[in-house]
């Protein structure tokens, strides 16, 4: 049974960081592409970023380009969302998932398999 359990989120203020990390068993995470998305409250999930199985390649969505950034540690079967220069616009509940398949990273939700929990970011102004 695959699954995937986030940590790291919390409240922070306009401009702080916060490091967020999905811890995958059940799955060899070298095998899969991983991606992060967020749900604000009253919005659709919408993609953050994502990152190859080899770590090699990232993408992300333009608003959080130069601010977050994406890493793993296929050793640790773990993925880490780094979130700095946080804004107000970014408190959303965060998710991490795992890919379908090892060749896609990127935006496309129908493209993930297995999904975590989420955890709440909340920046406040």
């Known amino acids: 049974q695959v699954q995937l359990v986030e940590s790291g989120g919390g409240l922070v203020q306009a401009g702080g960081s916060l490091r967020l990390s999905c811890a995958a068993s059940?799955?060899?995470?070298?095998?899969?592409?991983m991606g992060w998305f967020r749900q604000a409250p009253g919005k659709g999930r919408e993609f953050v970023s994502a990152?190859?199985?080899?770590?090699?390649?990232?993408d992300y969505q333009d608003a959080v380009k130069g601010r977050f950034t994406i890493s793993r540690d296929n050793a640790k079967n773990t993925v880490y969302l780094q979130m700095n220069s946080l804004k107000p616009e970014d408190t959303a509940v965060y998710y991490c998932?795992?890919?379908?398949?090892?060749?896609?990273?990127?935006?496309?939700?129908?493209?993930?398999?297995?999904w975590g929990q989420g955890t709440l970011v909340t920046v406040s102004s």
């Open positions: 990152i190859s199985w080899s770590g090699l390649n990232t």
């Open positions: 059940g799955l060899t995470l070298s095998s899969v592409a």
């Open positions: 998932a795992a890919g379908a398949r090892a060749s896609y990273y990127g935006p496309q939700i129908t493209e993930y398999e297995h």
